[in-house]
């Protein structure tokens, strides 16, 4: 919920969302009421809209979640709202308030139940199949109360409730691959790897896991939203890289960098076998962090081989920038040592995901890089787009850290 993020009690009292004493551009409490004020008068208990195959599965008191389609109480324009891969270069508010018309309609039901869909499921998992969005009509027991719910993990949803009936009103219009996928009896990870390669979007394929659709038959589960958003990431990373480490490396040094809705990301890519490395900043005035303190860097990493531990510090943002870089590597044929920086401003006043993350390295990579013979110049140049001094990226990184032992990153990874 929002209200986890707002400023201290007695700052707000002084503030009053005006004085910007927390140090963020934008007041959220202020926030959360500009955009309730918008959407209220369309919200009620019974919703006819149509769902851009929007579904929701909770990872509370798992194994007996909450799970159920997010349908808009509109018809048109709807398919961009649970689409990330068309969200780059929004404004922030913009995508708060497109996502806060997502009413989330909720039932308990056991992980386990996807083996053998029913009524409610059945009706759900059909809504995520489809390549388009599904008309519905769907009657909550009570008039939902406005909440905004948000999640470093997945994008927001607006208000919610439990359902008392719930229809589809028109034929889901499914992809053949995506039905094929569904009715065979093969695991997951392959799944999802032949979805990627007949160009399903990686955010749909999330769906499609979350909603228990892939997999063996027998094992087959409803997957809490935000563990199947990394879970797709760092399985399409795998696949990538089966083909990536066999590549011939790149002979230069490589900086790429994008901005989008208050994050500055840069890529330097440099010759060397595969390793990743993923820089974690958020700057003073930030969500995260007070004004009155010190930027903190987290970070973890990968050698070759890969890694064995799940990203701790840095979670899902560090499978969703490998992603993109490994399909980067990929598209290119070529292999590369990867450094990854993300720094959050205080212009990032609300969490919306890590699909951001995503989307943000992959337009970077999109672009000409920069071009450099030698490592000091690849640093200069990411020195120069980065707010915080390199240095203290450097004391953190267990790849950079190894140029104190007089050692450049391909001396150290040859």
């Not at 490994?326 to 993300?342: C, D, K, Y």
């Not at 020195?383 to 001396?411: A, C, D, M, N, V």
Request: aromatic share 10%; with cysteine.
């Amino acid at each position: 919920m929002i209200d986890m993020h707002t400023p201290k009690t007695t700052l707000c009292t002084v503030c009053r969302g005006h004085k910007k004493l927390c140090g963020r551009e934008v007041c959220p409490i202020l926030e959360k009421k500009r955009i309730r004020e918008s959407i209220t008068h369309l919200i009620n208990k019974d919703i006819f809209g149509a769902s851009p195959s929007a579904f929701f599965v909770g990872d509370w008191n798992y194994p007996k979640v909450l799970v159920g389609p997010l349908v808009p109480p509109v018809y048109e324009g709807t398919e961009i709202f649970d689409l990330p891969e068309s969200w780059h270069g929004k404004e922030l508010d913009e995508i708060i308030k497109f996502r806060s018309l997502l009413v989330r309609s909720k039932e308990f039901l056991n992980v386990t139940e996807a083996k053998n869909p029913k009524g409610y499921l059945e009706k759900s998992q059909e809504i995520v199949m489809s390549r388009k969005p599904v008309d519905v009509e769907l009657i909550l027991k009570k008039a939902p109360h406005f909440t905004l719910e948000f999640s470093q993990f997945s994008p927001p949803t607006g208000p919610s409730g439990f359902v008392q009936s719930f229809k589809i009103t028109e034929n889901p219009k499914v992809p053949r691959v995506v039905d094929k996928i569904n009715s065979d009896d093969i695991k997951a990870s392959k799944g999802i790897s032949i979805l990627y390669d007949k160009d399903i979007p990686v955010t749909h394929i999330s769906k499609l896991l979350s909603a228990g659709l892939l997999g063996e038959q027998k094992n087959r589960k409803l997957v809490p939203t935000r563990w199947s958003i990394t879970a797709t990431d760092d399985s399409l990373s795998k696949f990538h890289l089966k083909r990536v480490k066999s590549f011939p490396e790149i002979n230069k040094y490589e900086v790429y960098s994008e901005t989008g809705i208050g994050n500055t990301l840069v890529v330097i890519l440099f010759p060397s076998m595969w390793s990743y490395e993923f820089f974690e900043c958020w700057l003073p005035g930030s969500l995260f962090l007070e004004s009155s303190l010190s930027p903190n860097v987290i970070s973890d990493y990968e050698l070759f081989d890969g890694r064995k531990e799940y990203a701790s510090l840095t979670a899902g943002a560090y499978y969703s920038a490998r992603f993109s870089v490994t399909e980067h590597l990929l598209e290119n044929r070529r292999q590369a040592g990867a450094l990854v920086f993300l720094e959050v401003h205080p212009s990032y006043h609300t969490p919306v995901g890590v699909w951001r993350v995503r989307e943000i390295t992959r337009n970077a990579l999109q672009k000409k890089p920069y071009s450099f013979d030698t490592e000091e110049e690849a640093v200069k140049k990411a020195s120069e787009i980065l707010s915080l001094p390199f240095e203290k990226y450097r004391e953190k990184s267990k790849i950079l850290g190894f140029k104190h032992r007089q050692k450049t990153l391909s001396e150290w990874m040859n």
